[in-house]
């Protein structure tokens, strides 16, 4: 069974910081790409940055560029988002998710983990 | 920021058939690129629904069905069902947003 569980969720400060990980098992990490999405409680979903399988192709939304930093590894089966200078507007579930040929224009995100919630709050 | 637009609602009897919009522009679905669905369940996660325009995974029943022209896309179902009362959100690639994907705004399904 594929399975994705995040963690690294909290209550943070504004401009704080805020590292999340994502274990993931039951398939062969190391050939797909991953993605995080997050959703504020109550609304609707936003893509946040996603990642291929090797690395070296990494993209951000434009809400998170610059702040925002996504790795992998592949040896311990881990995505991870590194979450700096963090605004209330950032508030929300992040969930990751596996992504068959990130980059390309036509990928999709399946199956998704069940997210973890990051509070951003003075 | 959604770039693809649905309605926020549909509604329909058991039995009857809803579609669900989901407007693009030239930067995304107009130009060629493919949209996927996703459905989901109050206080779940999101589950894929439709891939590639038109493709169900296994284990999506065939009353869901997807279909794409020009700047839009549309998810129909057919013979609605109680359990299909949901959220359902687009999503496409952009290519104006430094190559980045982006989901629609969401629909929510009632089953009256």
């Known amino acids: 069974e594929v399975l994705l569980v995040e963690s690294g969720g909290g209550v943070v400060r504004p401009g704080g910081s805020l590292r999340l990980s994502c274990a993931a098992s039951g398939f062969r990490f190391d050939d797909y790409g991953m993605t995080w999405v997050r959703q504020a409680p109550g609304q609707g979903l936003e893509w946040v940055s996603g990642?291929?399988?090797?690395?070296?192709?990494?993209k951000y939304a434009d809400s998170v560029r610059g702040r925002f930093t996504i790795s992998r590894d592949n040896a311990k089966n881990s995505l991870y988002l590194l979450m700096n200078s963090l605004r209330v507007e950032d508030t929300a579930f992040y969930h990751c998710?596996?992504?068959?040929?990130?980059?390309?224009?036509?990928?999709?995100?399946?199956?998704w983990g069940q997210g973890t919630l990051v509070t951003v709050s003075s | 920021q959604s770039v693809l637009t649905q309605p926020p609602s549909v509604s329909g009897a058991p039995g009857q058939r809803v579609t669900i919009s989901c407007t693009g522009t030239?930067?995304?679905?107009?130009?060629?690129?493919?949209v996927n669905w996703y459905q989901q369940f109050p206080g779940k996660v999101p589950k894929l629904l439709i891939h590639?325009?038109?493709n169900r995974p296994s284990g999506v029943p065939d009353r869901f069905s997807g279909s794409k022209s020009g700047t839009s896309a549309s998810l129909a179902i057919s013979g609605l069902q109680a359990e299909d009362e949901a959220d359902y959100y687009c999503q496409s690639y952009d290519i104006s947003l430094s190559g980045s994907y982006v989901f629609g705004t969401g629909t929510k399904v009632t089953v009256l």
């Open positions: 998710a596996r992504v068959p040929g990130f980059g390309g224009t036509s990928s999709w995100f399946d199956p």
């Open positions: 030239t930067s995304n679905i107009g130009v060629g690129y493919d």
């Open positions: 990642i291929d399988w090797t690395g070296g192709d990494i």
């Open positions: 590639a325009n038109k």
